[in-house]
């Protein structure tokens, strides 16, 4: 007859996937270094990712493209691992924006015709969005410029994602766009509604990448001057009427009048 472990043993260990699901989404101190890393890697993947598309491919590069890509790759398998609806998981379009870069990462694809297929990771960016609570809990800095940190990425992250379209559906039968360079000035002139002219993108197919640019583009500029001009404002819930907003001095809710315990620097 076998019995069970005996308090002074200790619990029992936890299994493999629930530690590591609590790394992903555990409020404790190892969750929060294990996200700060993966943010960490994102950032630097996508360095990686605009750096290299403006050098000629080279062995070492390739070698690197194919270490990010298992490190991508072990990310994408956790993450699939432990999600409780893994189908829910592989429906999203983010989650098939990676695998696309994954992908592109193993790839061996040579020279720059995989780099709008590697641009596509920048929009790993989006699912960091998990990481709000822990930044507004440890940075004020992020506290205080939430909503134009978060315009400035969408606006990186579309700028980077339609260079990239613009290069790989142009650079073979436009002069004009040789390069990336090439492909990010007509899109920051486009975005701008600069348009100086001295790049134009052919065909019906370029015209539509035109439209879209300039419609997506300006709509996501001028939310990142809305955010930088209006007046600064802190978001708290109000634990009566749920307003997010408020001063960042408020005592009181201007909504419903309930007093606010609103954290700052010295709390």
Known sequence: MTSSASPAEGPLPRPWKERVRALYEDDNEAGERF???????????????????????????????????????????????????????????????????????????????????????????????????????????????????????????????????????????????????????????????TGYGDITLHGTGGRLISVLIMIFGVTLFLRLAQVLFRPVKVRFACPTCGLQRHEPDAVCCKACGTVLNIPDEGS
């Open 35 to 193: 996200r700060y890393a993966l943010l960490a890697f994102d950032v630097t993947t996508i360095a990686f990712v605009v750096a290299t598309s403006f050098m000629p491919r080279h062995i070492t590069v390739e070698v690197v493209d194919f270490i990010v890509g298992l490190g991508l790759l072990a990310d994408f398998s956790a993450r699939l691992w432990i999600a409780r609806r893994p189908w829910r998981e592989l429906s999203h379009p983010l989650t098939w924006a990676d695998l696309v870069a994954i992908v592109s990462f193993l790839a061996p694809i040579v020279g720059e015709g995989g780099g709008f297929l590697r641009v596509l990771r920048t929009l790993r960016l989006m699912r960091t969005y998990q990481l709000v609570k822990q930044l507004r809990g440890d940075s004020a800095f992020f506290r205080r410029n939430q909503e134009v940190i978060f315009a400035a990425t969408n606006l990186c992250v579309f700028i980077f994602v339609m260079t990239g379209l613009v290069y790989e559906t142009q650079h073979r039968t436009n002069a004009g766009i040789a390069n990336y360079v090439d492909a990010l000035y007509f899109t920051v002139t486009s975005l701008t509604t």
